[in-house]
């Protein structure tokens, strides 16, 4: 198995370690060897040290490989000259056609309720982002903005057929195993289908897409009613298919829900790789200090797993995402994970510690018997 691994900058170098520590332990636990990482060199600090955004031949390695990791690019001081921070994972995406992104959004207990409603504890639902077009295809690393001159600047929202019918395909299929494990599998559309013809097309081709699933039960959201029911009753969701920029802001509203960024993983899928990654980003006002809330890295290691025991046939990696995904809820059930980033007193290596030995509980250290 090969990974492709992007460290990147800030606390994404602290939470990918943590991430394939915890990844390797789970591999270890069900028989199988750690996998063969090609590190490639990218993000605003080797944009400093070099003038570009990655290693020359990063872009062609990290197809190669079966999957890659990324921990968070950028940083705000760090800029081009047009003021656009650097974002090679954007070109990733266009790259490799990473049209789906699945951002999960759970609620765990003893972790923080930010809604006063108890059903709140009962949060379980999946932002499904489509990652390569909408707003994002004119975002500045594709240099596809209409500079018209010094008063005006023009993007574009772009939604095609080709990708957009494989994103409610892929979301109608997710609704479809979510239901066969137990979860409501219902799917909603979310767009703005009253104001723009771009995304009365995105709700056009879910109700196209929608003939093939007359099993799921599905629902409508303009985005700004639906970021009033991310507060307001977001325990009624379950599957959520949106265009990418609307993706971007309501998967923070939501990560925020169930505590912070450091819970938010993140999966980007494509036909042919998967891109996996936290959805927070360097976060530079803690980096370097051991205050980083590893787990959306460590469950986005987890949903690699998963892909990868799709992709590769071998459900041994399967059970190793389930171990991962079990130390995390046990940790939380048991109150023993307690990330700085909700006021505890756990820094990202006390929250890895926790979880590692979850997985590979180590035995307890003999004490000598004495003659
Ligand atoms: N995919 C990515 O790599 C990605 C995503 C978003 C932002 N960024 C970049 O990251 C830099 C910082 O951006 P930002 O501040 O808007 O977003 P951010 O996600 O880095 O941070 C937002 C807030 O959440 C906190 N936070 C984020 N992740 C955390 C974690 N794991 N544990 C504890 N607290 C956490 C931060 O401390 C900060 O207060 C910018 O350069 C931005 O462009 C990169």
């Known amino acids: 198995m090969r990974i492709a691994l992007i460290k990147g900058d800030g606390i994404g170098v602290d939470v990918a370690e943590a991430a394939l520590t ?19 060199q990218a993000g605003a600090g080797y944009f400093k040290e070099n003038g570009v955004d990655i290693e020359p031949d990063g872009e062609e390695r990290a197809e190669a490989a079966d999957a890659i990791f990324l921990g968070a690019i950028g940083l ?17 995406r266009d790259r490799f056609g990473l049209y789906a ?45 209409l500079v018209v001159n010094d008063d005006e600047v023009q993007d574009i929202l772009r939604i095609t057929r080709k990708t957009t ?26 767009d703005k289908a009253n104001v723009f013809t771009s995304l009365a097309f995105f709700r056009q081709l879910f109700d196209e897409v929608k003939q093939n699933y007359p099993d799921i039960p599905v629902g ?3 985005v700004d009613a639906q970021a ?16 990418n920029m609307f993706g971007d802001i309501l998967s923070d509203l939501a ?60 459900p041994e990696l399967s059970s190793a995402a389930e171990l991962v995904n079990s130390a995390v809820d046990s940790g939380f059930d048991d109150n023993a994970l307690r990330p700085m980033e909700f006021g505890g007193d756990m820094g990202t290596r006390a929250v890895t510690n926790q979880i590692l030995s979850r997985i590979s509980p180590v035995a307890p250290v003999r004490t000598s018997i004495r003659a």
């Open 228 to 243: 009033l029911d991310l507060v307001r009753k977001p325990w009624e969701f379950d599957v959520l298919v949106t265009e």
């Open 101 to 145: 992104g699945v951002r999960p959004v759970k609620a765990y207990p003893n972790a923080p309720q930010r809604l006063a409603d108890p059903r709140a504890a009962n949060i379980d639902l999946i932002i499904l982002r489509e990652s390569t077009e909408g707003l994002f295809y004119s975002a500045a690393a594709h240099d596809r903005s």
């Open 255 to 314: 990560g925020g829900l169930v505590g912070g960024m450091g819970m938010a993983a993140c999966a980007e899928i494509g036909d042919t790789t998967g891109l996996f990654q936290p959805a927070h980003g360097s976060a530079p006002d803690i980096m370097g200090q051991d205050k980083a809330n590893p787990l959306a890295a460590i469950l986005s290691a987890a949903l690699m797993l998963d892909y990868l025991s799709e992709k590769l046939g071998r």
């Open 165 to 190: 019918t494989k994103l409610h395909g892929f979301a109608f299929d997710l609704a479809r195993k979510r239901r066969d494990r137990g979860k409501p599998g219902k799917l909603t559309c979310v």
């Open 220 to 222: 409508y959201n303009y």
């Open 22 to 40: 915890v990844m390797e332990a789970a591999l270890e636990k069900v028989g199988l060897a750690r996998p063969v990482y090609d590190e490639i």
């Open 76 to 92: 705000p001081a760090i800029r081009h000259q047009d003021g656009t921070e650097i974002s090679p994972h954007l070109r990733l």
